[in-house]
């Protein structure tokens, strides 16, 4: 099984400051890496696919960089929504054995 | 409206059984990759089943042998049968559409609302 580890655990960030969130895998996985949002109670909302392309209806602040084994999801100014817990999930194996990072906290400096 | 809502959670004894439903809405389950995925109290993500468009299924690991994905094209409906349930099964189960950019891309774009399962006596 791929493990993905994310990075920082908790990131604290001022509004309208950049933030740099880290994925890790244990494996190269390509480009084969998504970045997820989940706000509380709600349901995850895809961000990123193939390691850098926005999913339709993602503002250009948030974009994704990196292949192989190390990627960053960056939000270049945040906005008060921004704030939530972002998961990376790597969908190199097929047969699927999808698996998710722990998830990285982004919460208000 | 595209959408997904899912349905058949509730409180079950250990080693018992239940079944999940997820009713979509704006797109074919039947032409689709649809999966389960599931979240703990205060945890992350697990994904758990995926059926295929051709209804070839794909467990992880930790439900192989105790859960059962499936499909109903009439009812547009994603199933879930859960067995042999465990305390560690407790979680919030969230069906999704695996949607595929290209021949490798892809993501879960279309998200339920989750419905809670908890195994306990």
């Known amino acids: 099984e791929i493990v993905m580890t994310q990075s920082p655990a908790t990131l604290s960030v001022s509004p309208g400051e950049r933030a740099t969130l880290s994925c890790r895998a244990s494996q190269s996985v390509s480009s084969n890496l998504a970045w997820y949002q989940q706000k509380s109670g709600q349901a995850p909302r895809l961000l990123i696919y193939g390691a850098s392309t926005r999913a339709t209806g993602i503002p250009a602040r948030f974009s994704g960089s990196g292949s192989g084994t190390e990627f960053t999801l960056t939000i270049s100014s945040l906005q008060s929504e921004d704030f939530a817990v972002y998961y990376c999930q790597q969908y190199n194996n097929w047969p699927p054995g999808d698996t998710f990072g722990q998830g990285t906290k982004l919460e208000i400096k | ?121």
Not at chain 2, 23 to 40: D, K, L
Not at chain 2, 84 to 98: H, M, N, Q, V
């Open chain 2, 1 to 121: 409206e595209v959408q997904l809502v899912e349905s058949g959670g509730g409180l079950v004894q250990p080693g018992g059984s239940l079944r999940l439903s997820c009713a979509a809405s704006g797109f074919a389950v039947s032409s689709s990759f649809m999966s389960w995925v599931r979240q703990a109290p205060g945890k992350g993500l697990e994904w758990v089943s995926i059926i295929y468009p051709g209804g070839t299924t794909y467990s992880a690991d930790s439900v192989n042998g105790r859960f059962t994905i499936s499909r109903d094209k009439t009812k547009n409906t994603l199933y879930l049968q859960m067995n042999s349930l465990r305390a560690e099964d407790t979680a919030l189960y969230y069906c999704a559409r695996t949607y595929f950019y290209d021949s490798r891309t892809r993501g879960f774009d279309i998200w339920g609302q989750g419905t809670m399962v908890t195994v306990s006596s």
